[in-house]
């Protein structure tokens, strides 16, 4: 990895809460989340309504109203992102940080074609010229691996197939080459093989470009693979951290929970077993 | 009896077509996986059998009744559809409670209030849960939603697309868990898109794999405990999911 050459990490979050309103008064879904994070990658698991998504956005000061973040230090390299003006902040959305929302085709502009989208991410970032934009934009989408991009460009967000617009997303978030990318379950509508691929792709840039990457996913197998290190996620707050390699060695229950909640290629089991849910809260 | 029949279906959108000469049968009662490369038409034939692709070619029939190219309002008690994208699936502006309680509303069936409940209980879904508006809960409650509605009529046949992708591993245990018993219990037929062999190894009986707009092979699940597939394609999906550490235990 690319982290021992860094001095302050890429990325410095302490003490996060999200809270929203309930009929009860507010709650808090994320509590007290801490981290840094180097030029490495960070995976983040547990199971739904757990607090992923929200962390994600909260980095990017995205959390959308009645919802409320606060944190004692939001840090991007060496940047307060809580005292930035919300035009700075917008500034450095897409351009240094990315992220892949966990609904692709809602994040995608309805009425606008693929190909223009993916142009417009790649416009903010770098002038080019109009045929170097194209051949970035065609270029970009052969590396998420979509077979036929020349008739891709030209679809509409609904024309496109779940896994396609799952790369498209991704396509659109790596084109400006950000410094940290969030992505949130950015490939789970792909098979194994096309995923390994376009996460190898965002891994080169892990390695080559020394981009961050926090990657959120319910695939346990997945983060083991392509991460470094792991926070596990429970009720919005992290209940275990260990580094990949170890996390089929995980002691936590609730891992263990969700470790034999997965599904094998050779199942013989009638039924799955399940995690206790009696002591959970949220909103 | 054959609750799903498909006979040389061929599906284009515009001048493109996307599924060239689908053929399969799926008996009543039978759990039937689609699986196959991101692209090569799964949910378009989905969509084509529940009336939402209404360019194709071919033979449809769904419990022994031929299928026309639109949308069936009777059809829906029997035959129900779970969709890919659980965001684009739920009205943004319509809660939980509504979602659940108008397709029983439609088909004047009563006994709403605890039918409602019953079906969160039964998708692990809290009862706080029931007033809220999609953009007020995460991507794995919305698709718990998006399921619970789709049950809510008891239909006989399940056209379930990617219904547990979006989920974390133990939510997705819950709903197979579910799926499975409904199935055993009421003789549901499931049609189940899913990227995801092991999910096909514990929730069906046997698979068709597309790749390109065609199907290149129909194989028992039990395959997938062995290998023993014949298309190169599916032998290469085979290996590349073989990855999964599980398998060693
Ligand atoms: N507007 C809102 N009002 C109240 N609660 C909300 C609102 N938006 C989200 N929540 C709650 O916040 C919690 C955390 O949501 P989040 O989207 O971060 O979950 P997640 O871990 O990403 O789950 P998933 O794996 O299902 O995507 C959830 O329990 C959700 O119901
Ligand atoms: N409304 C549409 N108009 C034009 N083309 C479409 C439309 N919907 C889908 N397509 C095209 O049809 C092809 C098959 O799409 P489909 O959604 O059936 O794929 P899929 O097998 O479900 O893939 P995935 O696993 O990625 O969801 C794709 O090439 C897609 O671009
Ligand atoms: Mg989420
Ligand atoms: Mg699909």
Known sequence: MTSEKTQAPLLDLQNLRVSFPTPKGRVDVVKGLSFTLGRERLGIVGESGSGKSMTGRAILRLIRRPGVQQADRILFDGIDLQSLSERKMRDLRGA???????????????????????????????????????SRVLEMLHAVRINDPERVVTLYPHEVSGGMGQRIMIAMMLIPRPDLLIADEPTSALDVSVQAQVLDLIDELVREKGMGLILISHDLNLVARYCDRILVMHAGQV????????????????????????????????????LDRSTWSGT | MIAISLKNLDVSYGTTKVVEGANFDVAEGESFALVGES???????????????PDWTGEISVLGERRGHGVDHAFATRCQMVFQDPYGSLHPRKSVDQVLSEPLKIHGLGNRDQRVEEMLAAVGLDRRFRYRYPHQLSGGQRQRVAIARALMLEPKVMLLDEPTSA?????????????KKLRREQGLTYLMVTHNLPVVSFMCDRMAVMNKGRIVEIAPASALHDGSFSDPYTQSLYAASGGNPDRKD
């Open chain 1, 96 to 134: 240094r940080i990315s992220m892949i929302m966990q609904d692709p085709k809602f994040s995608l502009n309805p009425v606008m074609t693929i190909g223009d989208q993916i142009a417009e991410a790649l416009k903010t970032h770098e002038r080019l010229a109009r045929s170097a934009v194209k």
């Open chain 2, 167 to 179: 989920l974390d591993v133990s939510v997705q245990a819950e709903i197979l868990n579910l799926l």
């Open chain 1, 239 to 274: 209940v275990e951290s260990c580094a990949a390699a170890d996390l089929h060695k995980a002691t936590h229950p609730y891992t263990r929970g969700l470790l034999a909640a997965v599904p094998r290629m050779e199942e013989t089991r009638d039924e799955l077993p399940v």
């Open chain 2, 39 to 53: 692209g090569s038409g799964k949910s378009t034939i989905l969509k084509a059998i529940a009336g939402l692709a």
